[in-house]
């Protein structure tokens, strides 16, 4: 089982920069794709990036695509998301997954972190 917890979240100003962690338990965490995922209020929760286990390759969402980028530290057994000219609409909370694909299907995610909360200002 991976424990996942994240963190960094909170409040920012639109166009200004936000770091997203998520540090997993357990000794396998760079055989995981890693992804993270958001959630905004009265909405289903979509898929934002992923990286492979070795960092190699990433996805994005179109929406955070240039804005965002994913990278991770197997290392540390960390996975971050740069939040970089976050918009008002990035407001959701956010949550990293593991996965044995690399994919951006929801489905195939099977640990979750407890998410964080991101809220952007104007």
């Known amino acids: 089982q991976v424990q996942l917890v994240e963190s960094g979240g909170g409040l920012v100003q639109a166009g200004g920069s936000l770091r997203l962690s998520c540090a997993a338990s357990?000794?396998?965490?760079?055989?995981?794709?890693m992804g993270w995922f958001r959630q905004a209020p009265g909405k289903e929760r979509e898929f934002a990036a992923a990286?492979?286990?070795?960092?190699?390759?990433?996805n994005y969402a179109d929406s955070v695509k240039g804005r965002f980028t994913i990278s991770r530290d197997n290392a540390k057994n960390t996975v971050y998301l740069q939040m970089n000219s976050p918009k008002p609409e990035d407001t959701a909370v956010y949550y990293c997954a593991t996965s044995r694909l690399f994919t951006r299907n929801y489905y195939s995610y099977v640990y979750w972190g407890q998410g964080t909360q991101v809220t952007v200002s104007t």
């Open positions: 990286i492979s286990g070795s960092g190699g390759s990433t």
């Open positions: 357990g000794r396998t965490f760079s055989t995981y794709t």
